[in-house]
């Protein structure tokens, strides 16, 4: 059985946690205790029926509030895949929340109400989803109930969408008419639209090629810890232990180590069930050379004939969540990029990003909480990466702030 | 080639790579183990990330003092199978040393002082990360947690400031006295860990599996009578073939009424079920809707 991870976005009342509720209700994922709880607190907080918010708001600040704060991650299973959806809340802290949601997802799911049609969160969501190189993205077009089920209301909304989506880089585009209330084309196809040709949601997210979206192209294996057990029985054992970051590694192959350039040869793939032939995203395995070099945390093991750009200099796209001190030129933070730690100067803010508009504002000095910039920095160590947009793994960075040890933005290599 | 990786295997490989993450960024790590199913599971990751080398940290277990015999008894045996070292930390030391004091009446247990045990032994041993087996899908407070959580200097859990955390670039960083909880299992089910535990041949304790026991109906749950939990007046003693869905402190535990015998038997029970683990058997999540959040908040697992 193969995992997806699924983000969900939406604007408050666009029915998303109702989509959610659903989803998990009809794959029998709501538990009997917790349905009963939900119906508990919904009556005392003098609503009616059942409020599904109250299942994915698992905070106290969040049930008095009424609102969503942090991202909630949320389980389901049909026979044929194991979901994770990162439940991204649309208001608070929304690009906080919508970057950690979308950074892992293989799909972003963005709802939009068909009465209101595109608004300017939809905008936002499908530019985050697009910036995190989410590979698939979904506008649910929910509520078609409320709008007699028409098809000129679907067309209409999808043509804008279109219109928008292609500034953005989006792989896979899909369009689904849906009332997540009524069920239409969740999980089953709906009779109420027999002029939509689609799939019902849970069909696409079961059947979504998914397998072809990992790089299996550029080899890059991180090196996260080696192992020497220093035994007798391993006296001379020295492997290189972490998770392949793309490629395919197999027994044999000539590679390369970063940053010594020091050539070797693959002896062995290692792991605790035996040796495998074959390494590719996202095993964790370990990988053993033919020739005794140091090799330690934070080198990288390429092929010869493909490496990462090795720099200091690192133009990226940054996502601030700092809520304290703004980003401004001339600070030094601490970067983690794939294994490895270094310090970062931030040299140059070339523009800031109107998130909503994609305007971009060259006279921008600072980045404050939640915005968006293009920025030149410089590393005290080299980085072994890839564009963002080619390698997910080896193009993205966290930066965090030295004296608070807050993890203030997240960056993507361009 | 487009090799299909399955769920459990991406899970695996997700604990794998985290439990690495620890042993190379931290300096005093260490693995909370129970012998519950879920840290059986995480020092089973444990022992296949560092294979063949030996866990590169100790292993710690908060004891109330209450456990199922049972239950010890397999932490012992797993300890010395799997060549760890083994740091207990006792909440009767707690209570002997005036640390707490131990709570009275009929629903009297040790679960909630295990926090202080659980801290002061943080303290005593310098230890700068704690990984423990907490799952997001067991309860909604979970839901939201990290998969390193940051501790101030009093342990405390500030659920509204939590770091950003994005991809899987983990940030340990810490000063002197506060600590990181790291929670390797954050991403799977309690249907993944028995479909694991399945695959894995891993051991458990026997109680998962189901046994003739003398029980007590209480709050609608069936508790065992141990020495340390009696029936109160009313309450009848009766045999029934139950188990575990989790393990815990004898006196807030509560069995299930199964003829699961074999792991075979569990996994089919627990597809089936209607209702959480928790919900089913953890009598200290019952007082409040944030009961969790509550005792999470103080520095519980």
Known sequence: MELLRFATAGSVDDGKSTLIGRLLYDSKQIFEDTLEALEHTTMLRGEEGMNLALLTDGLRAEREQGITIDVAYRYFATPRRKFIIADTPGHVQYTRNMVTGASTADMALILVDARKGIIEQSRRHAFLASLLGVPHLVLCINKMDLVDYDQEVFERIKAEFKEFAAKLDVRDLQFIPMSALNGDNVVDRSANMPWYEGTSLLHLLEEVHIASDRNLIDCRFPVQYVIRPRDDKHHDYRGYAGQVASGSYKVGDDVVVLPSGFTSTIASIDTADGPV?????????????????????????CRPNNQPHISQDVEAMLCWFGERAQLQ???????????????????????????????????????SLNEIGRVTLRTTAPLFSDDYRRNRATGSFILVDEASNDTVAAGMIV | MQRIISHLDALESESIHLLREVAAEFERPVLLFSGGKDSVVMLHLAKKAFWPARLPFPVMHVDTGHNFPEVITFRDSSVARLDVNLVVASVQESIDAGRVVEETGPNASRNRLQTTTLLDAIEQHNFDAVMGGARRDEEKARAKERFFSFRDEFGQWDPKNQRPEIWSLYNGRHRKGEHIRVFPLSNWTELDIWQYIADEEIELPPIYYAHRREVFRRDGMLMAVTDFLQPGDGEEVFEATVRYRTVGDATCTAAVASTASSIEDVITEVAASRITERGATRADDKFSEAAMEDRKREGYF
């Open chain 1, 277 to 301: 032939e074959e390494a590719v995203p996202p095993m964790s395995v370990t990988i053993r050379l033919t020739d005794n070099l140091d090799v330690s945390r934070g080198d990288m093991i």
């Open chain 1, 329 to 367: 030129p001339g600070v030094k933070y601490a970067l983690k990029q794939t294994s490895k730690w270094a310090r970062a100067l931030v040299k140059d803010l070339h523009y800031r990003l109107d998130v909503n508009t994609l305007h971009r504002d060259e006279d921008a000095t600072s980045l």
